[in-house]
């Protein structure tokens, strides 16, 4: 049989005709046992001490767990315990690793070969190199730092994440975790702010720690994140400009047959993906991310694993670095792996849930209930005081998870709305109420009523109502530690995190000094601390929800709260620019003026280059794929129509073909005149020259307007022309093709 010439060029056809060809069959070695490769590609300190000597390893440690500024005469001796480490495993080349604003991560290579005076070649790594690099990094996004200040950007080792070695194909590179800052200091990544906002935390936290227990020295934020993502064939992605271009389908109708049935959750999964699953997993072993679990989503094609929980910073670099790893390995598979926030319409976005908690260097889980009062009450005071902080910084909180992709999902009745507010259930609702109502403050030491509760024998009925509600709350108390899931799947956890923590460190902070002016006023200690708990309940309480996040009822309620509900990137942002969090972020040493204001205008400009990359494909698309599509179909219809007259049929007879072409012509004739007008928003958009207008003028006049429309006819286009004409691969074929 002789193909139609459109089904033989079509990249559509080639690719479902490739399908079954694309798989790779071949099996992933699998190692017997995940001990046997863990860490194994990580300058572990137990690896440390095998490669350096005793005064080089003291210094190694005393830097990464007392955090403690690495000691520059010692640089050289770990530089070459380093080397040696990396040349053992087949390691040519270093780079400083680092995660600038664009939030992916970014290297340079440079190898350890080199040429002595006399032209001698030898390798070396000196400890200069490790400690500090000034890669050519002018392109990256410094919100105009660099250019008010110095041109040049310099990485500097962060001893507190290992180093590692990343496998590329066959070249083997020795990766530096390092924060990336301009020559007068001023970050320009994410690592950098992370890492102060870590220590604020730890020292607010400590001091609160000490009403408790002297022996805390150290409090560090845990982090544990959810990684959601789709996997789809390269191959059909390869005919998907959208989904290469900007990560999501800027068009597409929903499949017959989509997510009603829910029989993906928790499904099998598809051999070739778990092929694909097994392989990023065991190289993510090598690099000591410790991925526990492994799961179907909701969505057809979507997915998840989740690491069991580290320390933050680790964490961050973690998920960062599997993001990455996911999308090399899926290259080997012929598989795209999608971490955009909202890939599909009409099918469940991806997240990436933060669990958050602090623990002590006594092994206490601070958001864990304790078993006697006195635990009970340290737990109250830190459970208490997060929630202060989210209801008194909840416009920050927003702001940190704001961009193009994740306005998708929040407040699309499917993800956490755009509203902050926090679910603790109906048990700790229960405590909080009670000590509200305590009248006058008066507690006593030993408070029975309040804290004699065994709180965490409770804890299941907590899991109980972890189920729907808890869903729809983008912070959730889940037993011992917060769930933060209005993050979005391909945002650096960084963000997020740094907020967070400073909020907390405020709060603990403030906490603090009110407690101490009781004790001054002669109150007894756990008194104090019950009132001023009792306090932060009656300020914050406005916060707390426990009904459906996702209904009518709650924008509306939450409105008469007075909670804020921002739903658009460019407004959510605002936040940063607010004296609010100039002092927030001044006060505990994060951000000065200038850093906060350049990263408001890089997140501005990351949106705005967004939404117009999203504008340009989808007017691209349309004017030379869909509507030559569909003009093509409708000179079928005219050839069919003539005929059937010239055969002398009555008009009734060709009246449905009749109808499609009219139909057909209002379609091609609607979005041919929008895709125009919204050519033109973009046009008035870019003469705009203040950032934040700009990408107001990008999401209102631009995306609102037409995005939705324009996709509507399209759509509509796809359910009517013939299948053989249509040269974008359908949800079905996305979605559903393994
Ligand atoms: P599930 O919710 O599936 O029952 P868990 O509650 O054990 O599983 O954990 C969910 C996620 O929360 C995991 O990524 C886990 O590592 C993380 N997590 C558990 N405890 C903490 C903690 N104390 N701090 C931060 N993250 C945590
Ligand atoms: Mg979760």
């Known amino acids: ?3 139609k010439p459109e089904k033989m060029s079509s990249l559509r056809f080639k690719a479902i005709n490739n399908l079954s060809s694309n798989v790779v069959t071949e099996k992933v070695k699998a190692s017997a046992r995940i001990t046997g490769i863990f860490n194994e590609n990580v300058f572990t300190l137990k690896t440390a001490r095998h490669y350096l000597s005793d005064d080089a390893y003291k210094s190694l440690l005393a830097s990464t767990l007392g955090g403690k500024k ?15 480490w990396a040349e053992e495993k087949g390691v040519t080349h270093f780079t400083h690793w680092f995660q600038p604003l664009t939030g992916l991560s970014a290297e340079k ?21 490790l400690i500090q690099q000034e890669p050519d990094a002018s ?3 410094s919100g105009g730092l660099r250019a008010t200040f110095e041109a040049r950007g310099y990485t500097a080792w962060d001893p507190s994440s290992p180093a590692f070695i990343m496998e590329t194909g066959e070249g083997k590179t020795l990766c530096i975790p390092t924060i990336f800052v301009s020559y007068t200091g001023e970050s320009l990544d994410t690592k950098t702010p992370l890492l102060k906002a870590l220590v604020a935390l730890d020292k607010a936290a400590v001091d609160v720690c000490q009403y408790f227990d002297k022996n805390v020295s150290k409090v560090a934020a845990t982090l544990g994140w959810e990684q959601e993502y789709f996997v789809v064939d390269a191959g059909i992605a390869i005919a998907r400009p959208d989904l290469l ?4 389908t800027v068009f597409g109708h929903a ?25 990023f997993e065991q190289e993510s072993y090598r690099l000591g991310i410790p991925l526990r679990t492994r799961h179907n989503e909701v969505a057809p094609a979507q997915f998840e694993c989740a690491p069991i929980y580290e320390e933050t910073n680790l964490a961050v670099d973690h998920n960062t670095l599997l993001m990455d790893i996911m999308t090399r390995v899926a290259k080997r598979h012929n598989l795209l792996v999608l971490l955009h926030e909202k890939p599909f319409a009409g099918i469940n976005g991806s997240g990436k849930h933060n669990n958050w908690s602090m623990s002590t260097d006594t092994g206490v889980n601070l958001l864990a209930p304790g078993k006697t009062p006195k635990t009970n009450l340290m737990f109250l005071t830190f459970f208490v005081n997060t929630i202060k902080a989210v209801h008194d910084y909840a416009e920050l909180i927003r702001a940190s998870i704001a961009s193009a992709g994740n306005d998708h999902r929040l407040g699309a009745n499917e993800a956490p709305p755009a509203i902050i507010s926090i679910f603790i259930g109906k048990y700790l609702t229960d405590v909080l109420e009670q000590v509200e109502k305590r009248v006058g403050g008066n507690f006593d030491e030993q408070d029975e009523a309040i804290l004699k509760l065994d709180i965490h024998k409770s804890i299941p009925e907590l899991m109980l109502d972890n189920t729907d509600r808890n869903r729809t709350s983008p912070f959730a108390f889940t037993g011992n530690k917060f769930e933060f899931r209005a993050v979005g799947s391909s945002a650096n956890c960084a963000g997020p995190m740094t907020t967070l923590n400073t909020i907390m460190a405020e709060t603990l902070k403030h906490f603090k000094i009110e407690v101490d002016a009781l004790i001054e006023k002669g109150e007894k200690k756990e008194v104090a601390i019950m009132q001023i708990i009792q306090k932060y309940i009656v300020e914050s309480k406005k916060v707390l929800f426990e009904g459906d996040g996702y209904s009518d009822e709650w924008e509306k309620e939450a409105a008469k709260r007075g909670l804020p509900n921002v739903k658009t990137t460019p407004l959510a ?19 000065n003026h200038l850093e906060l204001e350049a990263r408001h205008e890089i997140m501005l400009e990351a949106y705005v280059k967004k939404v117009q990359i999203e504008a340009r494909v989808m007017g691209d698309l349309a004017t030379t794929l869909i509507i030559p599509a569909a003009l093509k179909y409708q000179n079928i219809l005219l050839e069919n129509i ?16 009749k109808t499609i072409l009219t139909q057909l012509s209002e379609h091609i004739n609607t979005i041919s005149i929008n895709v125009t007008k919204m050519i033109e928003a973009r046009k008035k958009a870019n003469e705009i020259a203040n950032t934040r207008e700009k990408a107001i003028a990008y999401c209102d006049d631009v995306k609102a307007p037409y995005f939705d429309l324009i996709r509507y006819h399209v759509d509509k286009l796809e359910l009517m022309v013939d299948d053989s004409l249509w040269l974008l691969p359908k949800y079905r074929e996305i979605l559903f093709l393994r």
Not at 71 to 83: C, K, Q, V, W
Not at 109 to 129: C, M, N, R, V, W
Not at 245 to 248: A, F
Not at 573 to 591: G, H, V
């Open 255 to 279: 499949p017959a047959k989509g997510q009603q049935l829910e029989d993906h959750y928790f499904g099998a999964i598809p051999e070739r993906v778990y092929a694909f699953m097994r392989d």
């Open 70 to 84: 690495i000691d520059r005469s010692m640089g050289n001796n770990i530089a070459n315990g380093l080397r040696a």
């Open 245 to 248: 271009l900007t990560g999501r």
């Open 1 to 3: 049989m002789r193909l």
């Open 573 to 591: 942002l605002d936040a940063y620019s607010s004296a609010k969090a100039k002092k927030l972020f001044e006060d505990n040493k994060i951000y």
């Open 109 to 129: 290579h440079d190898s350890f070969f080199t040429l002595k005076g006399d032209g001698t070649p030898i390798e070396e790594f000196e400890g200069a190199a």
């Open 139 to 141: 392109s990256f996004p």
């Open 642 to 657: 003539k005929g059937l007259k010239d055969a002398g049929l009555e008009a009734s007879a060709y009246s449905s073909q």
